[in-house]
């Protein structure tokens, strides 16, 4: 069964600092998905970046950026000059495949906060 | 663009009274995905559908269904409602094509329920 963990419930830094939230996985499958969403004290669900496992590039969003190390499985999220309104809870999320379409096995969130 | 749309925004019920949450999808988007999410969770996975049949079932309680209309719209339907109900219902929407990048879920703004 995937698994998908993040090892750090909550992190804090000072604003324009750069930080990385770490997420790992386990799967035996080959090709996969992997995500980051946040979600703001709104409670909106909001996606980040996403990464296909067979593109070994790291996907960049902006001032969003991933570490892929599909041999170690990991699936880390840099985030750089970081702003106020990037305080938020950050989920790890890896897509598997179902029968007709996919399902999100989700981390148990990093709470983030960046201090003014 | 436009995103997912649910309705209401936010709910107040009594015990065992019933209610009916609603989620209107992305334009074009065929799947729609059910979550229910706790405080402090990460999102737990209900339902979905593809092409207007469920396609996979999650933790979704008997008391509640759901369905997919001619129009894609799909709506949560829950009965005999518990003080545990409480929270923040999500759906989700996509774009069933195999490839990340449209099959990739974004969310609605949820609907946040309370249970008295």
């Known amino acids: 069964a995937q698994t998908v963990t993040q090892s750090q419930p909550e992190m804090s830094v000072q604003e324009a600092e750069t930080v990385t939230l770490s997420c790992t996985y386990d799967t035996s499958e080959s090709n996969y998905y992997l995500f980051w969403y946040k979600q703001p004290p709104s409670r909106q669900m909001i996606l980040v970046i996403r990464?296909?496992?067979?593109k070994q590039q790291n996907a960049t969003e902006n001032r969003f950026s991933v570490n892929f190390q599909k041999a170690a499985k990991s699936f880390s999220l840099k985030i750089s000059d970081s702003q106020l309104g990037d305080t938020a809870m950050y989920f790890c999320?890896?897509?598997?495949?179902?029968?007709?379409?996919?399902?999100?096995?989700w981390g148990a969130g990093t709470k983030l906060i960046i201090k003014p | 663009a436009a995103g997912v749309i649910q309705s209401p925004r936010h709910l107040i019920k009594e015990k065992r009274e019933t209610a009916t949450l609603k989620c209107y999808p992305i334009?074009?988007?065929?799947?729609v995905y059910w979550y229910q999410q706790g405080p402090g969770q990460d999102p737990q996975f209900l339902i979905s559908?593809?092409?207007?049949?469920?396609?996979d079932k999650g933790s979704i309680p008997d008391r509640f269904s759901a369905q997919q209309f001619s129009d894609y719209h799909s709506e949560l339907n829950m009965s005999s409602l518990e003080l545990g109900d409480s929270a923040l219902y999500f759906c989700a929407s996509s774009l069933a094509s195999g490839r990340a990048d449209t099959d990739t879920q974004y969310f609605g703004p949820g609907t946040r329920l309370t249970v008295l």
């Open positions: 999320a890896f897509m598997k495949r179902m029968d007709s379409n996919y399902q999100l096995i």
């Open positions: 334009p074009r988007h065929d799947t």
């Open positions: 559908f593809y092409e207007k049949m469920q396609s």
């Open positions: 990464q296909e496992a067979y």
